[in-house]
């Protein structure tokens, strides 16, 4: 029974090792076959609090973050999964924000947080499937979605039947995250008219934590975080920006 139970699990492990190396190649081998400006890079600090993760530049397919933590927000899903987690700061400082949120009358509810490589495999399979291998389409290629750093969410709110749907960004509640996530270090990633620089549409729901000091200079310049970096490249890949606990720099509203 046991020598079933093993040789069936390694069969399934040995499907899965074929299809990811498979996966790989044929992913890069469509980027040269598009003739893509910028090749493929692979991420060396995907430990950094201000790690770029694109449509260029990929995380490796075993990275998952050290300290994931359960995020102590209200979630749409009720099971204890790894989508509620986040790294420890980032979690620490959305918990923060969802706090002043609930005290300000404005509910946020948490999507999903972490996603593994394997998980995002999955998605973007299911998504070529029902949709094709779109590029435009916003489901990200595994390797190249924030999720797989802890250091993305996607928020939604009761009022828009917790989808995530560009109305957010219409919505009070979109516009008080807005507003807010940058004193707890968190921007909003996908801007509106930026779609050129960042690769993906509007997704007002989706918060990337960078810190507080980033948040508030990438706010303040109207910026992405791709801009943000590229004009530093200092930080895009120096790996000194590694996560401990960052105070929270908070600016309350009835303050100026
Ligand atoms: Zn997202």
């Not at 980027?31 to 493929?40: D, F, P, S, T, Y």
């Not at 924030?146 to 957010?168: K, S, V």
């Not at 921007?187 to 008219?193: A, D, L, W």
């Amino acid at each position: 029974m046991l020598k079933k139970y093993l040789s069936q699990s390694i069969i399934v492990i040995i499907v899965i090792v074929i299809s990811l190396l498979i996966f790989n190649f044929a992913t890069e081998l469509k980027g040269e076959q598009v003739g893509l400006a910028q090749e493929i890079s692979i991420i060396n600090n995907p430990l950094d609090r201000l790690v770029l993760v694109n449509k260029q530049r990929r995380l490796k397919w075993n990275f998952s973050p050290p300290d994931l933590t359960t995020v102590n927000i209200p979630f749409t899903v009720v099971e204890n999964s790894s989508r509620q987690k986040m790294r420890f700061e980032a979690a620490k400082m959305l918990e923060n924000l969802i706090f002043q949120a609930q005290q300000e009358e404005i509910e946020l509810i948490g999507v999903s947080g972490y996603r593994s490589y394997q998980r995002q495999l999955e998605i973007f399979l299911e998504n070529v499937i029902l949709f094709g291998d779109d590029d435009s389409y916003s489901s990200a290629r595994p390797g190249h979605s924030e999720h797989q750093t802890g250091l993305a969410i996607d928020l939604t709110t009761p009022d828009l039947n917790y989808q995530l749907t560009e109305e957010l960004g219409q919505h009070q509640a979109g516009q008080w995250l807005e507003k807010w996530a940058p004193s707890y270090g968190f921007i909003v990633r996908y801007q509106q008219g930026k779609e050129g620089i960042t690769g993906y549409q509007y997704e007002p729901w989706h918060l990337r934590y960078v810190g507080v000091e980033a948040a508030l200079e990438i706010v303040a310049d109207d910026l992405t975080l791709e801009e943000y970096l590229f004009a530093q490249p200092e930080k895009l890949l120096t790996g000194k920006a590694k996560l401990g606990i960052e105070p929270p720099r908070l600016r309350f509203p009835f303050e100026s």
